[in-house]
């Protein structure tokens, strides 16, 4: 089996990464490759790919942001023009092939180090699928929102959404 290979993304991994987002979200989730590519440019260190040979199995896309609410999903990021006081982290997938390897928790490692040298000591995220569990493993609690604000919020990542966050140590 060929190595594993942990990087920052490069605009040739485009179409890994986006077969790698069918197959662990099926056509909810899919995001258009500019909106996609404004993650990675915003906040390039951050955002990492994991390739066995030549085969994306796995990304984790995050940015520095300045609001406590989620950029939008499906468009580019706006040209930072704020302070960043948070990590986001916006999506972070692991093909079938990639799974069992720990991977999610290596690629977040890998970014969270790159969020802390920025500077950058509060994470937000938002799970879905279920993904919760993973994250609350990894330190991140829910955050209270007012029913209209969860509303808002899951109109836009479906009805399990879970606003997370966590102190970066």
């Keep these: 089996m060929p190595e594993l290979t942990i990087r920052p993304i490069a605009a040739d991994d485009l179409h890994g990464i986006l077969a790698v ?7 909810g989730f899919l995001e258009p490759g500019d909106a996609l590519a404004s993650r ?3 906040s390039p260190a951050m955002c990492l790919v ?3 040979g030549g085969e994306v199995v796995g990304y984790l896309l995050s940015h520095a942001w300045h609001a406590w609410m989620p950029p939008k999903l499906h468009v580019p990021l706006p040209a930072a023009n ?5 990590w986001f982290v916006h999506d972070m997938a692991i093909a079938p092939t990639g799974r069992g390897q720990r991977l999610g928790e290596r690629l977040y490692a890998m970014a969270s180090a790159c969020a802390r040298a920025q500077g950058l000591r509060q994470s937000r995220l938002v799970a879905v699928q ?11 609690q829910s955050v209270d929102m007012d029913s209209a ?3 808002a919020l899951r ?3 479906g009805a399990n959404a879970e606003m997370m966050e966590r102190r970066m140590p």
């Design 21 to 27: 987002q069918r197959a662990c979200y099926g056509d």
């Design 40 to 42: 990675w440019a915003r």
């Design 50 to 52: 994991a390739l066995r």
């Design 82 to 86: 704020a302070a960043d006081v948070l």
């Design 130 to 140: 279920g993904a919760d569990v993973f994250w609350r493993r990894l330190g991140y």
């Design 149 to 151: 604000a969860l509303a």
């Design 155 to 157: 109109t836009v990542y």
